[in-house]
């Protein structure tokens, strides 16, 4: 049963910048560790960043300084922030908790990053 529901995405400019939100109406939410991956058309889905339910984050090294992961437990909603979108970002995103696996996807929110 998918339990996050991603918005957000669109089409931009490279150089632009957007931000990702992932919501959910799950009484534990403040308990999870949440995650964004993402999956560009051709390419297995790949992981992009993660908060925890402290608030501490963790990045795909080779992405790092261009995400920035964030939650707000009142809204029990979280959030990606893509900084000087390139055209390489080009994916559909989504969010999903490490906590309970296998990862249950949703639908994702589609990322276009025009050059």
């Known amino acids: 049963q998918v339990h996050f529901v991603e918005s957000g995405g669109g089409l931009v400019q490279s150089g632009e910048s957007l931000t990702l939100s992932c919501k959910t109406s799950r009484t534990d939410f403040t308990a999870l560790t949440m995650d964004w991956w993402r999956q560009a058309p051709g390419k297995e889905r790949e992981f992009v960043a993660q908060?925890?339910?402290?608030?501490?984050?963790d990045y795909n090294e080779s992405l790092k300084g261009q995400f920035t992961i964030s939650r707000d437990n009142y809204r029990k909603t979280v959030y990606l922030q893509i900084m000087s979108a390139k055209p390489e970002d080009t994916a559909v995103y989504y969010c999903?908790?490490?906590?309970?696996?296998?990862?249950?996807w949703g639908q994702g929110t589609q990322v276009t990053v025009s050059s």
């Open positions: 999903a908790t490490p906590d309970e696996l296998p990862y249950v």
């Open positions: 908060v925890s339910s402290e608030g501490s984050t």
